[in-house]
């Protein structure tokens, strides 16, 4: 049977790569999807999403508004940069227009499906962790109903914001903290380190661009994020951060990870957002399981050979 999904998520280029994923594979079953603010602000982030949706032919997923800023401090920047204004690499209105939005608020949808779940549900978080927070927080008796959590975001290392946090965490560290730190819900993190070295180039594009008409209008979106990528990196690739994320929490095992007690620096200094790592392992704090190698060729090639059935 397939595992019934919820993905909340800011898209965002590689969102909508990641989206298009989840729903071509057949392991899972996406149940409900949430947009939060992130790349951009949440209003458009909502809108996209839905278009996404209309593009895959797959409206009858409920879609719902999340979270709109962070848990306690403003947002501090977002990525016009890599994702264009509009989100989708200024090529938005190449999508269908947004199909339905359902009335519920993020939080809501998300303890609605659990609740209509009969087998444990994994969330995958792709953009801040605000909603993953608020749902555990004022739901903590659904917690048995989630079998992972699955995140992209963090970094061993160097991060990419202008501070030296991760962008997903550096968005709201109160919230990211909440979610790495809590003992009731197995979490798998695909950080930055991981989702850099997994890049895809120009002829792995143009060959899902050549699947089809929607494919092709998924690859189009990506043309910005490419261009940043060789101005900032100096390589024609483009590292699609949110896909590799679902690709775990499709067929489980395809990352190796390693368990390690994680925080997040919450202070409002340079370091505010910055995963902390204990790498001596010797408490009782919870672990959360970090994905630090992957299969470049295996799974950049499977990642292809999934979202060319879009067509």
């Given at each position: 049977?397939?595992?019934?999904?919820?993905?909340?998520?800011?898209?965002?280029?590689?969102?909508?790569?990641?989206?298009?994923?989840?729903?071509?594979?057949?392991?899972?079953?996406?149940?409900?999807?949430?947009?939060?603010?992130?790349?951009?602000?949440?209003?458009?982030?909502?809108?996209?999403?839905?278009?996404?949706?209309?593009?895959?032919?797959?409206?009858?997923i409920p879609a719902a508004a999340g979270a709109q800023r962070p848990l306690v401090?403003?947002?501090?920047?977002?990525?016009?940069?890599?994702?264009?204004?509009?989100?989708?690499?200024?090529?938005?209105?190449?999508?269908?227009?947004?199909?339905?939005?359902?009335?519920?608020?993020?939080?809501?949808?998300?303890?609605?499906?659990?609740?209509?779940?009969?087998?444990?549900?994994?969330?995958?978080?792709?953009?801040?962790?605000?909603?993953?927070?608020?749902?555990?927080?004022?739901?903590?008796?659904?917690?048995?109903?989630?079998?992972?959590?699955?995140?992209?975001?963090?970094?061993?290392?160097?991060?990419?914001?202008?501070?030296?946090?991760?962008?997903?965490?550096?968005?709201?560290?109160?919230?990211?903290?909440?979610?790495?730190?809590?003992?009731?819900?197995?979490?798998?993190?695909?950080?930055?380190?991981?989702?850099?070295?997994?890049?895809?180039?120009?002829?792995?594009?143009?060959?899902?661009?050549?699947?089809?008409?929607?494919?092709?209008?998924?690859?189009?979106?990506?043309?910005?994020?490419?261009?940043?990528?060789?101005?900032?990196?100096?390589?024609?690739s483009v590292a699609l951060h949110d896909t590799l994320a679902v690709l775990e929490?499709?067929?489980?095992?395809?990352?190796?990870?390693?368990?390690?007690?994680?925080?997040?620096?919450?202070?409002?200094?340079?370091?505010?957002?910055?995963?902390?790592?204990?790498?001596?392992?010797?408490?009782?704090?919870?672990?959360?399981?970090?994905?630090?190698?992957?299969?470049?060729?295996?799974?950049?090639?499977?990642?292809?050979?999934?979202?060319?059935?879009?067509?």
């Open positions: 049977m397939p595992v019934p999904m919820i993905i909340d998520t800011d898209p965002g280029v590689d969102d909508a790569f990641a989206i298009a994923l989840a729903l071509c594979s057949p392991e899972v079953d996406v149940r409900a999807v949430v947009a939060t603010y992130g790349n951009v602000g949440r209003d458009r982030t909502f809108s996209n999403l839905r278009r996404i949706l209309a593009l895959a032919g797959r409206g009858d401090h403003p947002q501090g920047e977002t990525a016009p940069d890599w994702h264009g204004a509009d989100g989708l690499g200024l090529r938005a209105d190449d999508f269908p227009a947004p199909g339905p939005a359902d009335p519920r608020q993020g939080v809501e949808l998300m303890a609605d499906t659990l609740l209509g779940a009969a087998e444990p549900v994994t969330l995958v978080c792709l953009g801040p962790l605000t909603d993953a927070a608020l749902l555990l927080a004022s739901r903590p008796d659904l917690a048995p109903r989630l079998g992972r959590i699955v995140v992209m975001g963090g970094s061993m290392g160097a991060g990419n914001t202008r501070g030296a946090g991760e962008f997903n965490l550096y968005a709201d560290p109160e919230a990211a903290h909440r979610v790495l730190t809590q003992p009731d819900v197995p979490v798998t993190l695909v950080p930055l380190d991981v989702t850099m070295a997994c890049r895809v180039d120009g002829p792995w594009l143009d060959e899902l661009a050549g699947a089809g008409p929607r494919t092709t209008v998924l690859v189009s979106s990506a043309a910005l994020y490419r261009r940043t990528f060789l101005d900032r990196h100096g390589s024609d929490a499709t067929v489980p095992g395809t990352l190796r990870t390693t368990p390690f007690p994680l925080a997040v620096a919450c202070s409002q200094g340079p370091e505010r957002g910055v995963m902390v790592v204990d790498r001596r392992g010797g408490d009782d704090a919870p672990r959360v399981d970090v994905a630090l190698d992957v299969d470049v060729p295996s799974a950049t090639a499977e990642v292809g050979r999934r979202i060319r059935a879009l067509g």
